[in-house]
């Protein structure tokens, strides 16, 4: 693991930020390159599914020109909700490195815990808290200026 990436996903998470969107942001790696990133943008598309995650992972599949994401990497600032961790795995991706812990709304070490179900196909590696320093004060500061 290279915390370069983790740094691109929060890259991304400052931008979605910027614009007003909670700042989650996620890359897929593939072959120690970056092939697809995204920053969440939820208000912008008006879309309840347009997730960091979801966005990285469709680039990444109209990257390789393919649905099965095998061999590549998912670096992404909060722990995925339940809807972006079936989704990791329907793509069959190999890792997921996240930063924050999510205990309200995770959905692989907290919530239902996808890739722990029995129904789930596919469960990728997950190393957790990567900069979850960096990833949760980023998420900490937006909300504060909200309230």
Same mark, same amino acid.
């Given at each position: 693991?290279?915390?370069a990436f983790?740094?691109d996903?929060?890259?991304? *998470?400052?931008?979605a930020g *910027?614009?007003?969107?909670?700042p989650v ?5 593939r ?6 990133a995204?920053? @969440?943008c939820?208000?912008?598309d008006? @879309?309840a599914?347009a997730h960091a995650?979801m966005? *990285?992972l469709a680039?990444?599949?109209?990257v390789l020109?393919?649905?099965?994401l095998?061999g #590549?990497?998912v670096y992404?600032?909060?722990?995925p909700?339940p809807m #972006?961790?079936g ?6 991706v190999?890792r ?16 239902p815990?996808v890739?722990?179900q029995?129904? #789930?196909?596919h *469960?990728?590696e997950?190393?957790?808290g990567?900069e979850?320093?960096r990833?949760g004060?980023l ?5 504060a200026?909200r309230?």
């Open positions: 693991m290279t915390l983790i740094e996903a929060l890259a991304q *998470a400052e931008a *910027a614009k007003g969107e909670v942001g996620a890359v897929v790696v072959d120690g390159v970056v092939i697809a995204a920053g @969440n939820v208000e912008s008006q @879309n599914s995650e966005l *990285a680039e990444a599949s109209r020109g393919q649905k099965w095998d #590549c990497d992404v600032t909060l722990e909700c #972006c961790a989704a990791l795995s329907l793509a069959r190999r997921v490195y996240y930063g924050a812990a999510d205990p309200k709304s995770g959905g692989i070490d907290h919530g815990r890739f722990a029995p129904t #789930c196909h *469960a990728p997950v190393i957790a990567v979850e320093g990833c004060e998420l900490s500061a937006f909300f200026q309230r």
